[in-house]
């Protein structure tokens, strides 16, 4: 090679990220067999792939958490992250990031995905790791290089790169120069690329766009600029010195051609990943890791094997772990290193420590999280990154087909949590079903593949409960009286309350006016308890809301009163008074702000008004180029599967938040339907 770019030191970790669809994973495959990691090249679509193998990921033909896989290259070690593309699974790539050294982003010359390429280049840009761009399925382009560079400048807020041009045989690309060698080199299937000689037009667009590169190199190097406006060729050395800075410095995103499927262009990407991508070293130092005696190292996953326990895909960031080592994470929590295996590659093979840069499957690690940071020191360390999964958008209730698994489904459940920290469950009080919330229709989908599959676990599934609620208009004042006599003590309570309506929002309140002890001073706590009992369910089968009770009367038995009596009798009196006081249905409405592409506005737009939405305005999205910010009021019943036709119409990329605004009367036709279908579900 020539150039001064010292050969790294330590295992390095590589990101595999992208859009959905774009050849992460037969990148992969093709990394894993060029290095001999792997005797023959996997398949996705054959089911034969290394990455990806999980039944539900087979099923799909897509990536539905990350895969890891080591291989060595020229002497040194390289793991791969592969990251699922879809938006519904990119918590797994999330977590995974903030511990890799740089990232290969898989693309491919498709204006449809420029939205998602942009939330994954944010993502990288926001964790400051530096990145390539490998633009993928080059053998099915049809626009000219510079053109697609146009197309998916946009996604990047640094300078997108050119390191090759393509070599046209007619509509064909036959192969590649690369500009910074200034070599030109012709396409094998599966073999290595054999060089050419560049002359004829190829030399002169290889000077024009070798010429582009080293402008865009030279906003960053004086010396280099004084040598372009003087026409003097810059020393080889030196530019590859300034692609590899630049790079680390987040000041240039490199682009690298290629085709997956073929293995073409693999190569060019490993040497270029060894020469140019920073090592440990780097990593930790970006990370604040200061290095010490005591091993500091990141989790990037956590898995539940069928019968083997938890394994927590770890990075080292530096020291030496040893099997046995008790580490402390900086959740507070303590555990013991139960073996350290080899990552990926088919056959699991056991070590006895891990260094700097190496990524490894630890056992045991039980109330160690992905995401943790921890350390063979005497105490905790701090969180190098905490990573917050993003507000879930889809829900389903659960319930067991077989009452009998109701147990086992909470422990799965909290296990599919603990592998993906974007599925939340929550036990509904009101309704006691169990309620999952994920990332979307795929994402649910799977994690009940996955409690079938690997819990053993069959659920019935159904949107979750609306929380509606009824209130009152009305005010009338009620006696409730409970009298009871069966032999020795009867039951004796008898109250006169005054019920009224609250201010929307208020709750619940309650207040006495009783004179002359007509009811005893300690039966009014249970009063009001009676009171709070008759308002969990109205005439209409809703929790009852926004009323005030008040007890102005009554009497009592010095012998068959009781704290019983007197609740039964105020629940009997709110019971009976609810109906007299016009109830009314509410729904709860909430305030949902979307983000999409401009694009899709106009859609999306028609999307809120079908669903009763109310939009209150929209904007720009503040720093992202492209997109724009859209806030409406929604029925919560019409925000059940908003997020499916959301994104269909913004091709994945687009999402939203919500937030509870208040409760508003539904009247008519909307609220019998609503009415009669709780009487039939009761």
């Given at each position: ?217 030279a906003d960053h190097d004086d010396a280099l600029m004084e040598q372009l406006l003087e026409d003097v ?364 592409p401009t694009d899709a506005t106009a859609k999306v737009n028609a999307i809120l008004s079908g669903r ?71």
């Amino acid at each position: 090679m020539g150039h001064n770019v010292i050969s790294p030191r330590g295992p390095r970790c590589i990101a595999l990220v992208g859009p959905f669809q774009s050849g992460k994973t037969t990148l992969l495959e093709a990394i894993l067999a060029r290095t001999g990691a792997v005797p023959r090249v996997g398949s996705v679509d054959a089911g034969t792939s290394y990455g990806d193998s999980s039944p539900e990921s087979r099923h799909h033909k897509m990536g539905l958490s990350l895969t890891a896989a080591t291989t060595s290259f020229m002497g040194d070690s390289y793991t791969f992250i592969d990251c699922p593309g879809s938006v519904e699974f990119a918590h797994d790539m999330r977590a995974a990031l903030p511990a890799v050294d740089a990232a290969v982003v898989v693309c491919e010359a498709d204006e449809r995905k420029l939205p998602q390429l942009q939330l994954i280049l944010r993502e990288l840009e926001d964790l400051g790791i530096p990145r390539f761009l490998f633009l993928n399925k080059i053998d099915r382009a049809s626009k000219r290089i510079s053109e697609v560079l146009d197309t998916l400048q946009p996604a990047s807020r640094i300078p997108l790169v050119l390191r090759q041009i393509p070599i046209w045989n007619g509509d064909l690309i036959a192969g590649y120069v690369d500009l910074a060698l200034e070599r030109a080199f012709i396409y094998r299937e599966h073999k290595a690329s054999e060089v050419i000689a560049l002359e004829g037009g190829d030399l002169d667009r290889e000077k024009q766009a070798r010429f582009t590169m080293l402008e865009k190199l030279a906003d960053h190097d004086d010396a280099l600029m004084e040598q372009l406006l003087e026409d003097v060729a810059p020393p080889r050395d030196a530019v590859f010195d300034d692609l590899a800075r630049e790079l680390r410095e987040g000041l240039i995103c490199p682009v690298l051609l290629g085709s997956a499927l073929r293995e073409n262009g693999v190569m060019r990407l490993m040497k270029a990943l060894r020469h140019e991508a920073p090592d440990v070293t780097e990593t930790a130092s970006r990370l604040g890791v200061t290095a010490g005696k005591d091993a500091l190292a990141y989790v990037l996953k956590t898995t539940h094997l069928q019968h083997g326990g938890k394994l927590s895909l770890t990075r080292v960031l530096s020291g030496t772990l040893a099997d046995g080592d008790t580490v402390h994470a900086s959740s507070g929590e303590s555990a013991r290193v139960s073996g350290i295996h080899v990552v990926g590659n088919g056959h699991d093979t056991k070590r006895s420590s891990a260094g700097p840069g190496d990524v490894v499957a630890l056992g045991k690690l039980d109330t160690i999280k992905t995401g943790d940071t921890f350390s063979t020191g005497k105490t905790a360390p701090a969180a190098l990154v905490e990573i917050v999964p993003a507000a879930p958008v889809l829900a389903l209730a659960l319930s067991a087909t077989d009452r009998k698994d109701d147990v086992k489904l909470g422990q799965a459940l909290q296990r599919l949590s603990e592998e993906d920290p974007s599925l939340t469950v929550i036990h509904d009080s009101q309704t006691h079903d169990m309620v999952i919330w994920g990332q979307g229709e795929m994402h649910l989908r799977v994690a009940l593949e996955r409690l079938h599959d690997r819990f053993g676990v069959s659920v019935k599934s159904q949107p979750p409960a609306i929380g509606y609620r009824e209130t009152i208009r009305k005010s009338i004042v009620q006696r409730g009286r409970h009298k009871k006599q069966s032999g020795g003590h009867g039951q004796f309570g008898d109250v006169v309350l005054e019920v009224r309506p609250l201010p929307r929002g208020e709750g619940f309140a309650f207040a006495e006016t009783v004179v002359g002890g007509a009811v005893p001073r300690n039966y009014i706590g249970a009063v009001e308890e009676g009171a709070v009992d008759g308002l969990r369910s109205g005439p209409l089968g809703f929790p009852v809301v926004d009323v005030h009770v008040t007890l102005t009367d009554g009497s009592y038995h010095s012998v068959d009163s009781s704290d019983q009596a007197f609740r039964t009798a105020a629940r009997i009196g709110v019971t009976e008074a609810l109906p007299q006081c016009q109830p009314v249905l509410l729904e709860p409405i909430h305030v949902v702000e979307i983000v999409c592409p401009t694009d899709a506005t106009a859609k999306v737009n028609a999307i809120l008004s079908g669903r009763r939405g109310q939009i209150l305005g929209f904007d720009t999205r503040d720093g992202w180029h492209g997109w724009d910010l859209v806030r409406a009021m929604m029925p919560e019943a019409e925000i059940g599967d908003l997020i499916v036709e959301l994104r269909s119409a913004t091709a994945g990329a687009g999402s939203f938040t919500r937030t509870f605004d208040r409760m508003a009367e539904v009247t008519g036709r909307a609220a019998d339907q609503i009415i009669a279908a709780r009487k039939t579900a009761a």
